[in-house]
């Protein structure tokens, strides 16, 4: 019997003692859940690189290597910030995703250790390395950066560019442009410049044929942004509305830009911010004479899809990973097909913008979305393969002026229908009435 109490004081131990195991290890299990979501937390609000730099006149002046620098990092995808020496913070420092210094006076280079103590991903630029900032091709500094910072974008892709389509140039050289590259079968964006007046002239309705050539036969199209002189002094909401003109004039012609090419000096510019934001893709247009920037502290917000414009240069094919290679559009088609055979060469294969990129942008009342899928208008497919010439675009609205004017003599006849019945039914009804009170007098009489 006493045997058998100890059997069962031992078991209700190991029971208690198995409960308390439990439990502790419940809490490690939540206190550990607890820790990773912080650090996930934290590593996702990590989303902004930080570029500090010492001497305004020596890394903005000339060809600008502050603007060389920014152009490499905004490809990342992520929000940069760009602050004076003496403007940061300890805590810009510690939450950024990684710091670039460029550092030529003593004092900034003195606190590059104590940066480094509070971020361990730094990236620095002073006099023992500067040349390779200064002389070096952009290209190889922005593959240096990939991979000092681990930025992915081999999966970006390559893409080939007619820069600066107008409606004024030979239309018939660019068809001849697009015949070619569809024989080599490769895909294309076309920069094409916006029409704000005399969007119903003939050379406009040329210009749109050709471009919806373009769109039918491997061309993306992203409109441009218009050039403007002195842009300092334009109001945003001017050039939105601007934009918006053009833009829908684009859809009512059935072409369907899904990116946007805009300077490279307006990504500095927080008026222009609004503007920008209007697409989750842009092609950053080239300016190595941007001149000074007046930058102290200056927030810029990352895009999903950034495209630098970058001259050919004979490379090795992983540094176009995200770039964009432009030709002008009104270059001659011998040299034209001469530059592109070049590239071909090197081993660079031209990617399909909408098969590698989700993209978006919207103006007025449009919202147009180009992915894998196709390209979208307001959430509809209008994705096509055929090209539509003028004449079957023309066919199309005098079908539709046709249809209409069925549409209003049909309602106008079932309008005279419904009236005609009304009457007989009312008619009919009289007579009803009529005859039971005549039926009702034979009967009491």
């Known amino acids: 019997m006493i045997q058998w109490i100890s059997l069962k004081e031992q078991r209700r131990n190991w029971n208690t003692m198995f409960k308390k195991r439990s ?12 820790f990773s979501v912080r650090t996930i937390k934290a590593d996702t609000e990590n989303k902004y690189f930080l570029i500090i730099f010492d001497s305004y ?12 620098l920014v152009r490499v990092m905004v490809t990342s ?9 003496n403007e940061y913070t300890n805590e810009d420092v510690v939450n950024a995703s990684g710091v670039v210094v460029l550092a030529v006076e003593d004092e900034l280079n003195n606190k590059v250790n104590s940066i480094k103590e509070n971020n361990s991903n730094v990236v620095t630029f002073n006099e023992s390395n ?8 952009e290209l190889i500094l922005k593959r240096y950066l ?8 081999s999966k970006k892709g390559t893409y080939l560019v007619l820069k600066n389509v107008y409606p004024y140039d030979s239309l018939k050289e660019l068809v001849e442009k697009v015949e070619y590259l569809k024989e080599r079968g490769i895909n294309f964006i076309v920069d094409a410049m916006p029409v704000f007046k005399n969007q119903n002239f003939d050379s406009m309705k040329r210009y749109t044929e050709a471009l919806r050539y373009c769109s039918a036969n491997g ?5 441009s942004s218009p050039y403007i002189y002195q842009s300092q002094n334009i109001q945003v909401s001017e050039l939105i509305s601007k934009m918006t003109l053009a ?6 012609y059935w072409l369907y830009p899904v990116g946007l090419t805009v300077p490279n000096e307006w990504i500095y510019s927080y008026d222009k911010e609004n503007f920008i934001n209007r697409s989750n893709s842009i092609l950053l247009w080239n300016n190595r004479d941007i001149g000074n920037l007046n930058i102290r502290s200056l927030n810029i917000k990352g895009i999903k899809n950034v495209l630098v414009e970058e001259e050919w240069k004979k490379l090795d094919k992983e540094y176009y990973h995200g770039v964009a290679l432009a030709i002008n559009g009104n270059t001659e088609n011998d ?16 990617s399909n913008p909408t098969k590698r990129m989700d993209m978006e942008i919207s103006f007025g009342n449009y919202k147009i979305e180009g992915n894998y899928k196709g390209i979208f208008l307001n959430g509809k497919s209008v994705y096509t393969e055929r090209f539509i010439s003028n004449k079957e675009y023309s066919k199309a609205f005098i079908n539709e002026e046709i249809e209409e004017e069925d549409k209003v003599s049909l309602s106008a006849f079932n309008k005279g229908i419904f009236t005609i019945t009304l009457i007989a039914i009312c008619i009919f009804i009289i007579f009803f009435f009529n005859s039971r009170r005549i039926d009702k007098k034979k009967y009491f009489k």
């Open 23 to 34: 439990l502790v290890f419940l809490l490690c299990i939540m206190l550990f859940s607890t």
């Open 57 to 68: 006149k020596e890394f903005t002046a000339n060809e600008n290597l502050l603007n060389k």
């Open 77 to 85: 995808g992520s929000d940069l910030k760009i602050k004076r020496w």
């Open 130 to 137: 500067l040349d390779m900032l200064d002389r070096g091709n």
């Open 146 to 153: 990939e991979r000092e910072f681990n930025i992915d974008n």
């Open 219 to 223: 061309g993306t199209i992203f409109i």
């Open 247 to 252: 833009y829908e004039s684009f859809v009512n």
């Open 335 to 350: 040299l034209f097909q001469k530059t592109v055979e070049e590239m071909l060469s090197s081993g660079i294969v031209f």
